[in-house]
């Protein structure tokens, strides 16, 4: 052992006590445990040793013991046979399966759950959208009610038009009275609004032809403020 | 012994030859029963057996030379002298009788007196010891297991080792000052 830096003296000090302690410590056991230990040490060694030889011929043979071919194929059949299932699985849950697997499915007849019909009919070549609109339709009465709600919506897209041309008519009318007047507008002297004015008037009012000017001037502005 | 000689005693021993059982037991059971008795191993004797026969039931998996042998053993000694002290901190204290004197000793007269005279005055030193600091002189004096294989032994690093061993070595000799003795 090293004494780190110690003197000389010091060294053969810790030397002399290493020697002394090496004597002091070494102490003979009792014989009569020598002579009952000793036969039971070498039954015990034999003993682990064939279990260690037994355990490294197991440990060997299993390293190479070669996997049969029928497992292997075996394995992979089933690795195959669990896609379709785990892909019907999915539709069950509710998830959309790609195209490509539900036309393997459509091919051999399996519809699979919870697939929408658009993307159902989607992936099917030879079908239009029309069919696949009309597919969605699962109330008979609402084609009835839809065509009686356009019938209502074309009635007031007619009235709409009417009123529209009756504006239409008084503008031009207006227009033209108002222009083909001796007096221009504005310079009649009246200054004030007229007073029949009514800037929130209904556009009803206006569709009368005035028989003055100023009417007509007035039925003019308020059709332009609409 | 020489190299060639170890291994055809392992092998006897792995094979159980009760001869090269005898030889290993004869070798090393002074100094692994000096070590427990000197770190204040509850039951010396009964520890030694079990130390022995853990090396009997593993000897099979026992690859390296005597010197690592040795420092294998000693290992081991340690580890069963810290089961044998948890053993006992929960075990009722027992009377026991006193171990029996050592019946004899290798060395002649000579030695053997003064071994016995430095004997007590060894055993006074230790005592000066921390716990750990004797452990790591006595493993590394009585089993001459190097810095590494104490470390490995004890669980500690090898630095921490040889702080030990530093601080040790310090206090021996404070101890031998203080007394005026000189070995």
């Known amino acids: 052992m090293s004494g780190n830096g110690a003197y000389e003296g010091e060294m053969n000090e810790i030397g002399l006590f290493e020697s002394a302690l090496r004597a002091a410590v070494r102490t003979q056991p009792d014989p009569r445990l020598g002579a009952t230990l000793v036969p039971r040490l070498a039954e015990v060694a034999r003993a682990g040793t064939i279990e260690a030889e037994t355990q490294a011929t197991r440990r060997g043979a299993a390293r190479r013991r070669p996997r049969s071919r029928l497992a292997l194929v075996a394995r992979v059949g089933l690795a195959a046979a669990m896609i379709p299932l785990v892909l019907a699985g999915l539709a069950f849950a509710g998830v959309t399966v790609p195209g490509p697997a539900r036309s393997a499915f459509d091919t051999v007849g399996i519809t699979l759950p919870n697939q929408t019909s658009a993307d159902q009919h989607g992936t099917s070549a030879g079908k239009s959208s029309d069919e696949a609109t009309s597919g969605t339709d699962t109330n008979p009465g609402t084609g009835a009610q839809s065509k009686g709600n356009s019938a209502v919506a074309h ?65 003019n502005a308020n059709g332009h403020s609409k | 012994m020489s190299p060639e000689r170890f291994r055809s005693l392992l092998e ?156 040790g070595l310090a206090a021996v000799k404070r101890e031998l000052a203080r007394k005026g003795v000189t070995l």
Do not use: C, M
């Open chain 1, 155 to 219: 009635q007031h897209a007619l009235e709409q038009r009417a009123k529209a041309r009756g504006k239409a008519i008084g503008h031009s009318r207006g227009k033209a009275v108002g222009l083909t007047g001796s007096t221009p507008p504005g310079q009649s002297g009246e200054t004030g609004p007229p007073s029949h004015s009514n800037g929130g008037g209904s556009s009803a009012t206006h569709t009368t032809p005035a028989p003055d000017s100023r009417a007509t001037t007035h039925g």
């Open chain 2, 12 to 167: 006897e021993a792995r094979e159980g030859s009760e001869a090269a059982w005898q030889e290993l037991y004869d070798g090393l059971a002074p100094v692994v029963l000096g070590y427990l008795r000197s770190n204040n191993s509850p039951d010396p004797e009964d520890v030694l057996s079990e130390v022995f026969l853990q090396v009997a039931r593993d000897i099979a998996r026992f690859e390296g030379e005597e010197p690592g042998f040795r420092s294998w053993v000693f290992t081991i000694a340690h580890h069963r002298l810290i089961d044998a002290r948890r053993h006992s901190a929960r075990r009722p204290v027992e009377l026991a009788a006193e171990p029996p004197e050592p019946t004899g000793r290798a060395d002649d007269a000579a030695e053997e007196a003064l071994a016995r005279i430095g004997e007590q005055e060894v055993q006074r030193v230790l005592g000066a010891l921390s716990e750990d600091q004797r452990t790591v002189l006595l493993l590394r004096v009585i089993g001459d297991l190097s810095v590494d294989d104490v470390a490995k032994a004890v669980g500690k690093r090898p630095g921490a080792v040889k702080a030990l061993q530093r601080r």
